[in-house]
Protein backbone atom coordinates (compact mmCIF):
# COMPACT_ATOMS: atom_id res chain seq x y z
CA UNK A 1 0.00 0.00 0.00
CA UNK A 2 2.89 2.61 0.81
CA UNK A 3 4.76 1.55 -2.24
CA UNK A 4 1.81 2.16 -4.60
CA UNK A 5 0.99 5.79 -2.90
CA UNK A 6 4.61 6.85 -3.35
CA UNK A 7 4.55 6.09 -6.90
CA UNK A 8 0.99 7.73 -7.30
CA UNK A 9 3.31 11.03 -6.11
CA UNK A 10 4.77 11.02 -9.18
CA UNK A 11 2.61 10.92 -11.44
CA UNK A 12 0.10 13.71 -12.47
CA UNK A 13 -3.05 14.40 -11.37
CA UNK A 14 -3.74 14.95 -15.36
CA UNK A 15 -2.98 11.21 -16.64
CA UNK A 16 -5.65 8.33 -16.72
CA UNK A 17 -5.72 5.87 -13.94
CA UNK A 18 -7.84 3.02 -12.68
CA UNK A 19 -7.46 -0.13 -10.38
CA UNK A 20 -9.21 -3.66 -10.53
CA UNK A 21 -8.41 -6.13 -7.91
CA UNK A 22 -8.50 -9.81 -8.01
CA UNK A 23 -9.23 -12.40 -5.31
CA UNK A 24 -9.76 -9.91 -2.88
CA UNK A 25 -13.22 -10.66 -1.83
CA UNK A 26 -14.08 -14.67 -1.59
CA UNK A 27 -12.00 -17.68 -1.43
CA UNK A 28 -11.07 -20.12 -4.42
CA UNK A 29 -13.13 -17.88 -6.47
CA UNK A 30 -12.00 -17.08 -9.74
CA UNK A 31 -14.31 -14.65 -11.42
CA UNK A 32 -13.44 -12.46 -8.01
CA UNK A 33 -12.46 -10.02 -10.18
CA UNK A 34 -13.74 -6.09 -9.30
CA UNK A 35 -12.78 -2.55 -11.01
CA UNK A 36 -12.26 -0.43 -7.92
CA UNK A 37 -11.57 2.84 -9.92
CA UNK A 38 -12.49 2.96 -13.32
CA UNK A 39 -9.75 4.37 -15.41
CA UNK A 40 -9.93 9.22 -15.27
CA UNK A 41 -8.31 11.67 -15.03
CA UNK A 42 -7.62 12.71 -10.91
CA UNK A 43 -8.47 9.06 -9.33
CA UNK A 44 -4.70 8.63 -7.17
CA UNK A 45 -7.05 9.82 -4.01
CA UNK A 46 -9.87 7.26 -4.99
CA UNK A 47 -6.98 4.65 -5.89
CA UNK A 48 -5.50 5.39 -2.45
CA UNK A 49 -8.21 4.57 -0.45
CA UNK A 50 -9.41 1.46 -2.52
CA UNK A 51 -6.17 -0.27 -1.87
CA UNK A 52 -5.84 0.72 1.96
CA UNK A 53 -9.36 -1.04 2.13
CA UNK A 54 -8.57 -3.88 -0.24
CA UNK A 55 -7.76 -7.61 1.87
CA UNK A 56 -6.14 -10.58 0.02
CA UNK A 57 -7.39 -13.55 0.58
CA UNK A 58 -8.77 -15.59 -2.78
CA UNK A 59 -7.35 -17.13 -5.97
CA UNK A 60 -5.17 -15.58 -8.45
CA UNK A 61 -6.63 -15.44 -11.65
CA UNK A 62 -4.55 -12.70 -13.13
CA UNK A 63 -4.96 -13.88 -16.70
CA UNK A 64 -8.73 -13.21 -16.35
CA UNK A 65 -8.37 -9.75 -14.81
CA UNK A 66 -5.20 -8.58 -17.54
CA UNK A 67 -7.97 -9.46 -20.40
CA UNK A 68 -10.69 -7.97 -18.23
CA UNK A 69 -8.47 -4.57 -17.85
CA UNK A 70 -8.27 -4.40 -21.58
CA UNK A 71 -11.64 -4.85 -22.58
CA UNK A 72 -12.03 -1.89 -20.02
CA UNK A 73 -9.54 -0.07 -21.72
CA UNK A 74 -10.49 -0.37 -24.74
CA UNK A 75 -7.36 -1.84 -25.97
CA UNK A 76 -8.46 -2.54 -29.54
CA UNK A 77 -9.11 1.30 -30.06
CA UNK A 78 -7.18 2.88 -28.55
CA UNK A 79 -3.20 2.91 -26.57
CA UNK A 80 -3.33 0.94 -23.25
CA UNK A 81 -0.91 -0.42 -20.67
CA UNK A 82 -2.00 -2.56 -17.59
CA UNK A 83 0.36 -2.79 -14.33
CA UNK A 84 0.21 -6.10 -13.20
CA UNK A 85 1.15 -6.54 -9.20
CA UNK A 86 1.24 -10.25 -8.20
CA UNK A 87 2.52 -12.39 -5.65
CA UNK A 88 1.71 -15.53 -6.97
CA UNK A 89 1.37 -17.25 -10.10
CA UNK A 90 -1.54 -18.04 -12.20
CA UNK A 91 -4.30 -20.13 -10.37
CA UNK A 92 -7.05 -20.17 -12.29
CA UNK A 93 -6.31 -22.73 -15.42
CA UNK A 94 -5.13 -19.57 -17.67
CA UNK A 95 -2.13 -19.40 -19.80
CA UNK A 96 -0.56 -15.68 -18.98
CA UNK A 97 1.85 -16.03 -21.84
CA UNK A 98 -0.69 -17.37 -24.27
CA UNK A 99 -3.06 -14.36 -23.28
CA UNK A 100 -0.11 -11.77 -23.65
CA UNK A 101 0.55 -13.17 -27.29
CA UNK A 102 -3.49 -12.77 -28.16
CA UNK A 103 -3.60 -9.17 -26.48
CA UNK A 104 -0.91 -7.91 -28.83
CA UNK A 105 -2.57 -9.61 -31.85
CA UNK A 106 -5.93 -8.01 -31.11
CA UNK A 107 -4.65 -4.51 -29.69
CA UNK A 108 -3.93 -1.34 -31.49
CA UNK A 109 -1.07 -0.75 -29.10
CA UNK A 110 -1.20 -2.84 -25.28
CA UNK A 111 1.45 -3.28 -23.40
CA UNK A 112 1.34 -5.09 -20.20
CA UNK A 113 3.94 -4.59 -17.31
CA UNK A 114 4.29 -7.10 -14.29
CA UNK A 115 5.61 -6.71 -11.13
CA UNK A 116 6.24 -10.06 -8.85
CA UNK A 117 6.35 -9.71 -5.06
CA UNK A 118 8.17 -12.23 -3.50
CA UNK A 119 8.19 -14.94 -6.43
CA UNK A 120 11.17 -17.34 -7.25
CA UNK A 121 12.95 -17.45 -9.89
CA UNK A 122 10.55 -20.08 -11.70
CA UNK A 123 7.28 -18.51 -10.61
CA UNK A 124 8.76 -15.42 -12.08
CA UNK A 125 9.75 -16.63 -15.40
CA UNK A 126 6.02 -17.78 -15.28
CA UNK A 127 4.80 -14.78 -15.42
CA UNK A 128 7.06 -12.26 -16.95
CA UNK A 129 5.85 -14.07 -20.39
CA UNK A 130 2.66 -11.88 -20.12
CA UNK A 131 4.99 -8.52 -20.48
CA UNK A 132 7.12 -9.61 -22.51
CA UNK A 133 4.78 -10.95 -25.19
CA UNK A 134 3.27 -7.11 -25.22
CA UNK A 135 6.38 -6.29 -25.14
CA UNK A 136 6.43 -5.41 -21.74
CA UNK A 137 8.40 -5.28 -18.87
CA UNK A 138 9.04 -7.90 -15.59
CA UNK A 139 10.25 -6.46 -12.57
CA UNK A 140 11.05 -8.44 -9.54
CA UNK A 141 10.69 -7.21 -5.85
CA UNK A 142 10.89 -9.44 -2.40
CA UNK A 143 10.50 -6.12 0.12
CA UNK A 144 8.96 -2.72 0.40
CA UNK A 145 11.83 -1.03 -0.82
CA UNK A 146 12.43 -3.32 -4.13
CA UNK A 147 8.30 -3.03 -4.67
CA UNK A 148 8.43 0.52 -4.32
CA UNK A 149 11.47 1.10 -7.05
CA UNK A 150 9.64 -2.00 -9.55
CA UNK A 151 6.44 0.11 -9.52
CA UNK A 152 8.10 3.52 -9.96
CA UNK A 153 9.68 1.71 -12.97
CA UNK A 154 6.56 0.39 -14.55
CA UNK A 155 5.24 3.73 -14.38
CA UNK A 156 8.48 5.75 -16.03
CA UNK A 157 8.07 3.11 -18.55
CA UNK A 158 4.58 3.82 -19.09
CA UNK A 159 4.66 7.29 -19.11
CA UNK A 160 7.95 7.04 -21.58
CA UNK A 161 5.66 5.39 -23.81
CA UNK A 162 2.99 8.14 -24.35
CA UNK A 163 2.99 10.20 -27.33
CA UNK A 164 3.94 13.93 -26.07
CA UNK A 165 1.41 16.24 -25.77
CA UNK A 166 0.59 18.08 -29.36
CA UNK A 167 2.05 21.80 -28.71
CA UNK A 168 -0.37 24.74 -28.06
CA UNK A 169 -0.87 26.70 -31.96
CA UNK A 170 0.52 30.04 -31.74
CA UNK A 171 -1.84 32.72 -31.71
CA UNK A 172 -0.91 35.64 -34.79
CA UNK A 173 0.02 38.79 -33.48
CA UNK A 174 -2.34 41.62 -34.24
CA UNK A 175 -2.12 45.73 -33.28
CA UNK A 176 -4.87 48.23 -32.63
CA UNK A 177 -3.74 51.49 -33.71
CA UNK A 178 -6.50 54.15 -32.10
CA UNK A 179 -7.58 57.01 -34.10
CA UNK A 180 -5.59 60.56 -33.73
CA UNK A 181 -6.66 61.88 -31.27
CA UNK A 182 -7.79 59.41 -29.31
CA UNK A 183 -7.29 57.90 -26.24
CA UNK A 184 -4.94 54.93 -25.21
CA UNK A 185 -7.78 52.86 -23.81
CA UNK A 186 -9.59 49.86 -25.90
CA UNK A 187 -13.07 48.72 -25.40
CA UNK A 188 -13.52 44.89 -26.32
CA UNK A 189 -17.10 43.96 -25.81
CA UNK A 190 -17.18 40.41 -26.10
CA UNK A 191 -20.54 38.39 -25.12
CA UNK A 192 -24.14 39.87 -26.53
CA UNK A 193 -24.58 42.90 -28.68
CA UNK A 194 -27.13 45.29 -29.33
CA UNK A 195 -28.50 47.73 -27.22
CA UNK A 196 -30.40 45.33 -24.85
CA UNK A 197 -27.99 42.48 -24.72
CA UNK A 198 -25.59 42.00 -21.67
CA UNK A 199 -22.39 41.94 -22.35
CA UNK A 200 -18.60 41.71 -20.21
CA UNK A 201 -16.32 44.48 -21.23
CA UNK A 202 -12.38 43.97 -20.42
CA UNK A 203 -10.85 47.10 -20.88
CA UNK A 204 -7.59 46.88 -22.87
CA UNK A 205 -4.80 49.69 -21.28
Known amino acids: RQALRDMLETV ?12 HREKGNCSDIETLVAPAANTKAAIVQAVQNMRFLGKTPLSAAVQQAAA ?14 TDGEETCNADPCALGTELKQSG ?17 ERVACLAHNTGGRYFAADDAARLS ?19 EPA ?11 AGAGVIIEIGGTGPDAPGDYVTII
Open 12 to 23: PDTMELGLMAYG
Open 171 to 181: LPSATLDAPEG
Open 149 to 167: QALNAAMQATRAALPEPEP
Open 108 to 124: VDFTAHVVGLGLTRQEG
Open 72 to 85: ELRHTEDKATVILI
